[in-house]
């Protein structure tokens, strides 16, 4: 392996370069020619890819090979094989064939599949997805493949997302085609994902039976400092924290995964990790495994890494900023404004899509980045409100503005052509950015999509963004079609025109935080899903139904299995947070204040007994207002048990989650408070388990 890091970088991948090396020629071009244009595989060329796979990889130190995938619990999944394989004489050869390599048969009986495998056959198999490379970790290949049932339905999230991606890019070459761009056969999508975290001591981490159990703090009341200095945003780096970003970012570069920006965020013990980006596919495959390094190193270092939307309550939690554009095979970024007027329509087209898509599909978006954590982000003033909208910034406004009304953008710069299409500036990244408080902003060549959770994969939101798109250019595709060469600019204006005029609603520039946006946005009648459960429905509504069939990303087994995971995922996550709850307050935290309480009474009679009237009586007072506390907080447990079972013996559906959401939740918060309310007044030492200040401040 390599010293210098162009040498490192990618050094566990099997990369195209590798594949040129090892492949014959004529195998390497049939190849490509899968990667490239999506063709069929055929198993001669599977078989010349396996022997080259396996030789790199044996050369590499690897043992064993595994079928990576993306089951619908959001986490990867494997099973592994060694290469070893017996021959007459007693001794064993590595061996890995064509067949190996292109289909795997895990026992899938034990994925979530919501109701799929009680219909259909139990079994599941994995297929190679070539467009993602294969690579080493742990002295093993990793073949990154899709998981589907045997009777096709997919179980896993590569599935839905290579689908998405092959309908978006299907209409947008069509609509390219209309332009006159009759060189670009295939459109890919692009992902660059912003990944926030938190490293909290793993001393700290195993006292916390919460963050164990749930992955955020149920209980704990805010050290004297939060993040109110925002001295920790983007801050000098901690030596200790220097070193761990050092080697996560190798580790990352081994494995071909472009990690480029790193920097402390907002609140303490809070960082950031960007990759340049990527096609969709890569991206997803990059950020699940950068999550998992990222924990990994995390361990090496004596850390742990939270992955949590909102491990610590007051303080900001994490989240993930979806960058997102399209890019012909010809290197063209659709998204980006153009010098020419012929561009410019095109971007045009490209943009109202988008908007267009954003508005329809607005319940989808939200959706996709609904989770039990995330709700405790979204609307609370630190991310995105629920309602989703586009930030598109002045400059653009304006030219949007202008075409509604028929007026020509007007800039000394910019020339004017005789169809009414015309220059745009190009818009430096700077004007377009400043809004951090909006879900879905124009970063100047491609749209950020900043709603969702730190922890779940990114493969969801990108299926619905690149469906919708798709949704909107296939339409647009139809109302163009036919129109005559000498007509298309005034139809393509029109049809601009009138998608702005009709979608327009969904563009807010201003303060996404504010009480008066939320009331502006119901008057302009989108969508406000503040929680998941309220979310949930749009993934089985009759029009996203109608989307999905058409673009044969999901059938309708397949979308009522994700919205049953989804339910039970829901009610399963907040039921191990109650009883989580319970268990720390029983155990734990109720004891602790008890001891505390009784050491204080001893002391309050030692004093009354001496005559120390005034400290006895302060004494007194303090031991009535923690006892009050412990009475509440133990009352609240007793409810919060009562609930839990109600909601137990609920159907698992949407009046459940809404139940979890509504009592259950709101009993936890109840007993949060007393507790809350008592954790500044107990001594140190009392409690067995680290407080807000000792997880946060000493990292
Ligand atoms: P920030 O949003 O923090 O200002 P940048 O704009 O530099 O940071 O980049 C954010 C992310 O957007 C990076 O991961 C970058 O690679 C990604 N990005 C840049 N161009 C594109 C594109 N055309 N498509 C998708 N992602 C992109
Ligand atoms: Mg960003």
Redesign the pocket.
């Known amino acids: 392996m390599g010293n210098t890091i162009p040498e490192l970088f990618g050094s566990l991948v099997f990369s195209d370069k590798i594949m040129r090396e090892k492949l014959p020629k004529d195998m390497y071009k049939a190849l490509r020619k899968t990667i490239d244009n999506n063709t069929h595989l055929e198993i001669d060329v599977a078989n010349a890819v396996a022997v080259a796979m396996k030789e790199w990889a044996v050369e590499n130190g690897a043992t064993h090979f595994t079928h990576w995938f993306q089951p619908m619990t959001g986490y990867t999944a494997e099973k592994h094989d060694s290469f070893i394989c017996p021959v007459e004489s007693g001794e064993v050869i590595m061996d890995f064939s064509g067949k190996e390599l292109v289909k795997g048969e895990p026992d899938a009986s034990s994925f979530p599949s919501g109701g799929i495998r009680a219909t259909f056959e139990a079994r599941g198999y994995t297929a190679w997805d070539p467009t993602s490379p294969a690579f080493i970790k742990d002295r093993t290949l990793y073949i990154p493949t899709a998981f589907c049932s045997y009777s096709g339905e997919a179980l896993d999230k590569k599935t839905p997302l290579l689908r998405s991606m092959d309908a978006i890019s299907r209409e947008a070459v069509k609509v390219l085609k209309l332009l006159g761009k009759e060189d670009v056969t295939n459109v890919l999508t ?5 990944q926030e975290y938190f490293l909290i001591d793993m001393e700290d981490y195993k006292r916390r039976k919460d963050l164990i159990f749930t992955g955020r703090t149920l209980l704990g009341a805010p050290s004297p400092k939060g993040q109110e200095m925002d001295d920790h945003y983007f801050g000098n780096l901690k030596p200790r924290v220097a070193a761990y970003m050092h080697d996560l970012d190798e580790e990352l570069w081994k494995l071909g995964i472009p990690a ?2 790193k920097h402390n965020e907002v609140a303490p013990s809070q960082h950031e990790l ?4 990527d096609t969709t596919n890569v991206a997803v495959d990059h950020n699940q495994l950068t999550m998992e390094i990222m924990k990994k190193v995390a361990e090496k270092h004596g850390y742990m890494c939270l992955l949590h939307e909102k491990p610590f309550a007051g303080i900001n939690g994490s989240g993930k ?1 979806n ?3 399209l ?1 012909t095979n010809t290197g063209e ?1 659709l998204l980006n404004p153009g010098k020419t007027p012929g561009e410019n329509t095109q971007f045009l087209i490209f943009l109202s899509a988008v908007i267009k898509a954003v508005d329809e599909y607005a319940d989808l978006l939200r959706l996709s980045v609904a989770s039990a954590g995330n709700d405790h982000r979204l609307g609370a003033n630190e991310a995105p409100p629920a309602i989703i909208s586009i930030f598109l910034g002045d400059e653009l406004t304006s030219v949007i503005e202008a075409i509604e009304k028929d007026e020509y953008f007007s800039r000394a710069e910019n020339v004017q052509v005789e169809t009414g299409a015309k220059v745009l500036p190009h818009f430096a ?1 700077d004007t377009t ?1 400043r809004n951090r408080t909006s879900p879905f902003a124009f ?1 100047g ?2 749209f ?1 999509f900043r709603s969702l959770g730190s922890s779940v994969s990114i493969a969801g939101p990108n299926i619905m963004l690149n469906t919708a798109v798709a949704e909107s250019l296939s339409i647009f595709y139809e109302e163009l079609k036919d129109v005559p060469a000498d007509k298309m600019d005034e139809a393509i204006h029109k049809l601009v025109k009138d998608t702005i005029v009709k979608h327009k609603r969904v563009i807010f520039n201003g303060n996404g935080y504010t009480q008066e946006w939320v009331e502006e946005a119901e008057k302009r009648g989108l969508f406000n899903l503040r929680s998941t459960p309220d979310a949930m429905p749009a993934l089985i509504a009759d029009k996203n139904k109608k989307m999905f069939l058409k673009h044969h990303i999901y059938s309708e087994t397949e979308l009522e299995s994700r919205y049953e995971i989804r339910i039970e995922n829901y009610t399963k996550t907040l039921h191990i947070e109650a009883l989580t709850l319970k268990d720390m307050v029983l155990k734990q935290f109720a004891p602790s204040l008890m001891d505390y309480i009784d050491d204080l009474t001893q002391s309050a009679l030692s004093r009354k007994e001496l005559g120390i009237e005034e400290a006895a009586s302060i004494q007194t007072d303090l031991i009535k207002k923690l006892s009050a506390c412990y009475s509440n907080t133990i009352n609240g447990i007793k409810k919060l048990s009562e609930d839990v079972d109600k909601a137990e013996s609920m159907e698992p559906d949407i009046e459940q989650c809404k139940f979890y959401h509504d009592v259950v939740l709101a009993d936890m918060d109840e007993i949060r408070k007393y507790a809350d309310e008592a954790e500044p007044l107990i001594p140190e030492g009392y409690l067995p388990y680290p407080t807000y200040e000792q997880m946060l401040f000493y990292v």
């Open positions: 692009t992902v660059g994902p912003e480029k920006t960007a990759p340049i980006f900023h960058n997102w554009s890019t970024n990244k950015d970063t060549n491609k950020e």
